[in-house]
């Protein structure tokens, strides 16, 4: 009987092994995969185990963490001036995960980051609770409150840069939420908040970070852009000599005019007089003259087609690659696909005031361990060069022009230099919808720019009429710059 | 033995390893002591209150349970019983880890605990009363009809969450009659089979190369055969059924010799799992869930999808005793049926490969009791006993880890359930016994002149 005894005997042993296989498979292979399955609890068990790291501005503390009794989750997260600061620090919801700033750096705020392995370690062994570290960013509570305040019940958007670095000085966007409304009291009422804010359920979108993440025909802005494509390919040298501009000026393989914004002087006007007066003729001719190429190569430089990593994700703005002649010369004065996040265009604004050097914009400073030792410090870094120094110069004598006595004058600052430009898109089929009023402008001081803005205002309940970029916009570019100038 | 026969009879010298016992059992009270201690202090930040006691009654039961065995079975194996007390002193460990978490009910570690001495008391008087395991042969026939009314008895009880396993004793609690039939049917079949061998073995005819059964004998196999899927159909309890009906195949092989049984076995298995999940919805529903363990059922994460989440978040070495999250696995049976769970969790990969490691020994110790058994009966009911408990622990753990689909077992001695802990003691204390007359040294010689080294050669 020994002989079957042993078979059996080897029979038991493999399915001993066939069990230490499989836990091993389970344990082992797929162990991190089911670990971080989006609906292992555990997740977020672990997100809000410790106190939250803070976001700070300056000195003051954005985001906090409060203990909530009697739940799985040991903290939440707590947000001060919870809609103005959104669309920088995200959410961190313990039933909806993280959002931007919050969602890029949820490991290092949670001190679950590897770069935090030496502090975690003390203070296991010191028995001290874990600690999240701290994001420092780069905005300026004044420029974002001014932001906020001048968008106030309109629907838009704010982005303002410190040219010279790329550092991110402010961004709003309107309406906006809470985050603290949906960081987790009862399950209950954070769905219901939850629900109440997705766009199916809210036509406004509140939780759309419009400065980033949306899109706008960028109008007449995009203008600066096309005279800085004539210059730097050398279609136009001098600002102030005439253009071989047309009026009335047929579309190309079109029998419709390019009609400007009223009785303007725009036969064969100069680029200064163009921009100041705002001329969709004399751009529209220099987009058909440099062809789509050439306008898709200058845009790019300045930062469309690509996504941007702020490190929050920045939606890649749009100029199209394939296009017939036409629709290009609508691109060449942003309109048709051309369409540019408000962060795009502050960018803009930004390169021409630092003498043409675009610089990588960004929101973060550093990162701070829970010991105060920085663990990550941004350094600036230039993205990219769209125009010449001497060109960059000649553009902003243009959009100085603007402010001075062009559309842009309600941005003037006493005793400051400002140079912007006014937009206004047209908006549905056939300009159906409110159109979107631009400005991006930037101020100039003895030691370069400390400030460019692009101001976008979706809709309003103005009439049509009024809606123009000077006259929405550039009232709150204005305070934008002022509160970063300090006056 | 003298030790001046050494020189003579060398088989009669084979040491009775209780001292080996003793001291595995020290390290087997000792670690789940830690154990405990350890779930408090990561819990509470304090040595738990019921420390000492639970201490000391771990031991005091260790060392009856040893002293009885030193008495009454000096030569049985010496592993087996640090194993079991390994195996259940840490099951209360757990259990009692998970008492700690509100959400999972009231306690159940003190009913488990008065349950393991009532296991171990019937361990001890497994091993006074029967005094040679070739008594119970016997007993042959009534333990068939004692095991039968054992298996259908919860037919005429509600079932408990789908399964018809229970008989429910006002008062008194549910009992799993399943468990002790286990042991009662291996009886059986041991006497059966030990008498029927030849017949089954050499009545054959071939074919295709196969020694199939004549008819009149195939028909015990498809008795049980029907038996087993009765079980299954109208208890709902796909383990059971497995488990005797793989015992019995096992038994059948080992005691023909002929492997026309398996292939017979496996064909009949896998025609009756096949035809019953076909209509039997719980069963279907198991399957369903054993595919796709992590699908979403109504939009809520699944027990079955927990498991493996605690599984997964345990990784290679755990989060350590008290600081996992298996109590999300929610429901009624984290304590029982997925108590693995919490052992892969908190202990990890390495304290789980541990726990099966153990079982894998106790198992393999089962077999080498039935290799060493000297007559046949004995064999079958050691090779009977070790093959249910190997088939019990892989259909639990392999159900829990997802290898198969998941049945309605508990893990011998590691989970919460009284009449699995008593029954596997008692499981437990027959193999001791039949482990101990395996490797009884034979009688000694009487006293003989010869073996003198000098002598007087008397010429009567």
Known sequence: ?487 | MSASNTSTISSVGAPSRRNTELALLVFAVLIPVFAYANVGLAKDGSLPAGLLAYGLGLGLLAGIAHLIVRKFAPYADPLMLPIATLLNGMGLVFIWRLDLEPSLGKAMAPTQLMWSTLGVALFVAVLVVLKDHRILQRYTYISMVVALVLLIMPVFFPGINGAKIWVTIPGVGSLQPGEFAKIIITVFFAGYLMVKRDALALASRRFMGLYLPRGRDLGPILVLWVLSLLILVFETDLGTSLLFFGLFVIMLYVATERTSWIVFGLVLSAAGAVFVSTFEHHVKDRVDNWLNPLALVNGGVTETAQTMYAFGSGGMFGSGLGQGYSRLIGGIAPKSDYILATVGEELGLAGLMGVLLLYGLLIERGVRTALAARDPFGKLLAIGLSGAFALQVFVVAGGVTGLIPLTGMTMPFLAQGGSSVIANWALVAILLRISDTARRPAPSPAPSTDAEPTQVVRTQ
């Open chain 1, 1 to 487: 009987m020994n002989k079957p005894l042993r078979r059996v005997a080897v029979f038991c042993g493999l399915l001993v092994l066939a069990l230490l296989i499989r836990v091993n498979y389970v344990q082992f292979v797929t162990g991190d995969e089911l670990a971080n399955d989006k609906h292992n609890r555990r997740v977020s068990i672990n997100q809000f185990a410790q106190p939250r790291g803070d976001i700070v501005v300056g000195d003051k503390s954005l985001t906090g963490s409060v203990e909530t009794p009697g739940s799985d989750f040991k903290y939440k997260a707590t947000f001060k001036d919870g809609p103005m600061w959104a669309p920088v620090t995200g959410y961190a919801s313990q039933a909806y995960q993280t959002s931007f700033l919050e969602g890029v750096y949820d490991k290092f705020l949670t001190g679950n980051d590897d770069r935090l392995f030496f502090n975690r370690t003390i203070d296991m062994l010191t028995g001290k609770e874990k600690q999240g570290g701290k994001v420092i960013t780069t905005l300026n509570a004044k420029a974002q409150l001014a932001a906020f305040t001048g968008l106030g019940n309109k629907k838009g958007a704010v982005a303002a840069l410190d040219p010279r670095t790329g550092a991110i000085l402010a961004l709003a966007s309107t309406p906006s939420y809470d985050p603290s409304s949906i960081a987790g009291t009862s399950k209950k009422t954070d769905e219901k908040n939850w629900l109440a804010l997705q766009k199916a359920n809210n036509p406004d979108d509140p939780m759309l970070n419009r400065a980033l993440r949306q899109v706008y025909p960028p109008g007449s802005t995009f203008k600066v852009v096309t005279a800085a494509a004539a210059l730097e390919n050398g279609l136009y040298t001098d600002v102030d000599a005439e253009t071989r501009s047309p009026l009335p000026y047929k579309l190309p393989q079109s029998s419709r005019n390019l009609e400007n914004e009223g009785d303007l002087p725009c036969k064969n006007a100069s680029l200064r007089v163009a921009l100041k007066v705002s001329c969709n003729t004399v751009f529209g001719r220099i987009g058909q003259d440099l062809g789509k190429d050439k306008m898709r190569e200058e845009a790019e430089k300045f930062g469309f087609n690509k996504e941007i990593l702020t490190p929050v994700r920045a939606d890649a703005s749009v100029y199209s690659k394939n296009m017939d002649e036409p629709s290009n010369v609508l691109s060449a004065i942003g309109q048709y696909n051309t369409a540019a996040t408000p962060l795009q265009m502050a960018m803009v604004a930004a390169a021409i005031a630092n003498d043409g050097k675009l610089m990588q914009p960004y929101m973060v400073d550093k990162l701070q361990a829970p010991n105060l030792n920085v663990i990550e410090q941004t350094k600036p870094e230039t993205y990219s060069q769209p125009v010449s120094a001497a060109n960059a110069q000649k553009l902003q004598q243009m959009m100085e022009t603007v402010v001075k006595e062009g559309t842009g004058t309600n941005a003037q600052i006493d005793g400051v230099t400002v140079g912007g430009k006014t937009g206004t898109a047209q908006n549905g089929v056939g300009n159906s919808k409110n159109p979107y009023a631009w400005f991006i402008s930037y101020a100039k001081t003895a030691d370069g720019s400390p400030v460019a803005v692009a101001v976008v205002v979706e809709d309003s309940d103005a009439s049509r009429g009024d809606i123009s970029g000077g006259g929405l916009a550039a009232p709150i570019a204005k305070k934008v710059m002022e509160a970063v100038l300090n006056k």
